[in-house]
């Protein structure tokens, strides 16, 4: 696939991301999923535009969004390569209004992210990464800078961990009283991914739930700045290796560092 491919993908994003603008400006309703969590006309539009983009830029690679979860496991187990979308990445940073919301598009290749792109449409940013590229964020219009910014060895002493803005529980708070006084970052959505990626953060522990599609894109943005997201097998969080879309618990890194890796590793819950 040609640079002009990856460059329509993350246009794609970016409209996408435009189109959410235009419901955030205004009052919307909000419905319940099955599951309780929160669904608004701007994710069902981002859905809808993504979907009809990316089957005309590449009609032979499938598509599985959020808002597209009910693709059955034995179509899914097929596929070697595929988009994973999420269309709407923090509905409820959208509905609270606090700007934390972003559009995740990843090409998913032999259970791994391959390239990613992470747009918040509030602040007219972009991240994108490729395995062999490597990672970049740009502004609307700007040029792109690579990323890491900074990438010194994480000091324990000055540690700074990513919360969810939307979960906050007891679990960070507990791995974080193994530091002496760290600071705690909040952010919503696959944001905390980036973060890290720029050396705004150190590490983000995730203890509860997460889909795939939560968190392919920002873990390629990751990945390819020099950072890594691990399971407690000391493994990368991998994806379409079985029929729930459910991530095991994580531990995502702006640098590998076997302290914190080992703390997470033996941390009860």
Same mark, same amino acid.
């Given at each position: ?45 981002? &859905? ?11 009609? &032979? ?32 940073? %959208? ?28 602040? !007219? ?11 970049? !964020? ?9 990323? @890491? ?17 939307? &979960? ?13 006084? @760290? ?65 095991? &618990? ?13 703390? %997470? ?5």
């Amino acid at each position: 696939m040609s640079d002009i491919l990856w460059k329509d993908v993350i246009n794609t994003a970016v409209e996408a991301g435009d189109k959410i603008l235009e419901i955030y400006k205004e009052d919307f309703d909000v419905a319940r999923k099955a599951d309780d969590s929160p669904l608004t006309q701007a994710d069902r539009s981002s &859905h809808d535009y993504i979907i009809g983009k990316l089957k005309k830029i590449t009609p &032979h690679i499938p598509v599985f969004s959020e808002e597209s979860d009910n693709i059955n496991w034995d179509i899914r187990r097929g596929w070697e390569k595929y988009w994973l979308v999420d269309p709407l990445d923090g509905t409820k940073e %959208f509905i609270r209004k606090n700007g934390e919301f972003t559009v995740n598009i990843a090409l998913i290749k032999n259970y791994q992210p391959f390239f990613g792109v992470v747009v918040i449409p509030v602040q !007219k940013i972009i991240y994108w990464a490729h395995k062999d590229y490597g990672s970049y !964020k740009r502004n609307y219009g700007g040029k792109d800078k690579k990323l @890491p910014l900074e990438n010194e060895e994480i000091d324990l002493d000055n540690l700074r961990i990513l919360g969810s803005r939307s &979960h906050r529980s007891t679990t960070i708070e507990v791995f974080s009283s193994y530091f002496n006084d @760290p600071k705690i970052v909040s952010a919503g959505s696959s944001l905390k991914f980036c973060l890290l990626a720029e050396g705004k953060a150190d590490v983000y522990p995730r203890f509860g739930p997460t889909s795939e599609w939560d968190t392919a894109a920002g873990q390629c943005v990751l990945e390819c700045a020099g950072g890594c997201v691990l399971d407690k097998t000391g493994l990368p969080l991998k994806y379409n290796m079985q029929d729930s879309v459910i991530n095991s &618990h994580f531990i995502a890194l702006r640098k590998y560092d076997k302290r914190l890796f080992k703390y %997470f590793k033996e941390f009860e819950i």
